[in-house]
């Protein structure tokens, strides 16, 4: 998976230029999709056969204020020029790309924050969009994404044979690697994520995240580490890593992999990809400390 961030090397320096940037927002999802291809590239090289890619990775975290511009970027989630690129990407690459966008419905014109995954041959088996959209200020800056994007809604995908579980809010898909679910940022703060996507099969959850703050960052170590270990899965999380212009706001990246019996080492030399061998043949396993949550969960007595 990816920890980067904004590759457009032609961003104001304050936050007044932001507004002359409309007619450039094109050169600016070019230079990251172009970014991320190589990285792909990359990872391809290294043997990856599956790769998440950052929240929003086609641009700049823009939800840090107010900023009608941004609207400019979201694209449709199966013909827009950021999906295209990745279908090409998978086809060239025989890899899984979790490819998370700005999306814009055509169908409603309602804008989400979606992850779309494509096989390794480049079919598009559906999509997810983020569920819970924080809107909120910590002692580092400020988030508002609720002005550019709406919460996912049920249903979001046609049925389909390779999106499984019976909750469509939190899809599953059925990959060349494996049975893969996306949790976006926030939503991995909410218990019933992962509990959920769990339900439905799922082997690896990739959480693309944007994230920055002192509590952000110390439960960033913990919330992967207790699902994984509660649900039996490999989750990825990818968080942005550096400072973007004109905000001025770092992220801290420390992106990594986990599963039920703690990180597997990252086989990368490159700051900017996390690469893992995860063996999903443990997931089955047993739990090495004798735990069996599944089989001991009293879904009769929580409220």
């Not at 994404?145 to 809604?153: I, K, L, N, R, S």
């Not at 049920?154 to 389909?160: D, F």
């Not at 703060?189 to 693309?208: C, K, M, N, R, Y």
Request: aromatic residues 8%; contains cysteine.
């Amino acid at each position: 998976m990816t920890q980067t961030c904004n590759a457009h090397e032609s961003m104001p320096d304050s936050v007044g230029g932001i507004a002359g940037l409309a007619d450039r927002l094109g050169d600016i999802r070019q230079a990251n999709v172009d970014h991320h291809l190589v990285l792909i590239e990359k990872a391809a090289r290294m043997g990856a056969k599956v790769i998440g890619l950052g929240e929003l990775f086609a641009g700049p975290y823009f939800a840090l204020r107010r900023d009608p511009v941004w609207i400019g970027l979201a694209e449709d989630a199966r013909t827009g020029p950021t999906v295209t690129a990745m279908v090409r990407a998978a086809q060239a690459n025989r890899m899984v790309i979790v490819a998370p966008i700005y999306e814009l419905d055509g169908g409603t014109g309602e804008r989400y924050n979606t992850a779309v995954v494509i096989d390794a041959g480049g079919e598009i088996l559906g999509k997810y969009r983020k569920a819970h959209i924080p809107v909120g200020s910590n002692e580092q800056g400020c988030f508002d994404e609720g002005f550019y994007y709406g919460p996912g809604q049920a249903p979001q995908n046609e049925p389909s044979p390779k999106i499984l579980g019976d909750n469509p809010s939190f899809p599953v898909f059925q990959t060349a690697v494996g049975r893969i679910g996306v949790a976006i940022c926030y939503d991995r703060h909410f218990e019933d994520v992962a509990h959920s996507l769990s339900l439905a099969g799922a082997q690896i959850i990739f959480s693309p995240a944007v994230t920055f703050g002192e509590k952000s960052e110390r439960m960033w170590e913990i919330e992967f580490e207790v699902d994984a270990s509660r649900h039996s899965v490999f989750i990825g999380g990818s968080n942005r890593r550096g400072t973007e212009l004109p905000w001025g706001q770092p992220f801290f990246g420390r992106s990594y992999f986990v599963g039920p019996s703690g990180r597997p080492e990252n086989l990368s030399a490159e700051p900017e990809l996390i690469i893992a061998d995860l063996d999903l043949d443990v997931l089955t396993e047993g739990d090495s400390s004798g735990w069996d949550l599944a089989r001991d969960r009293r879904p009769d007595i929580y409220s």
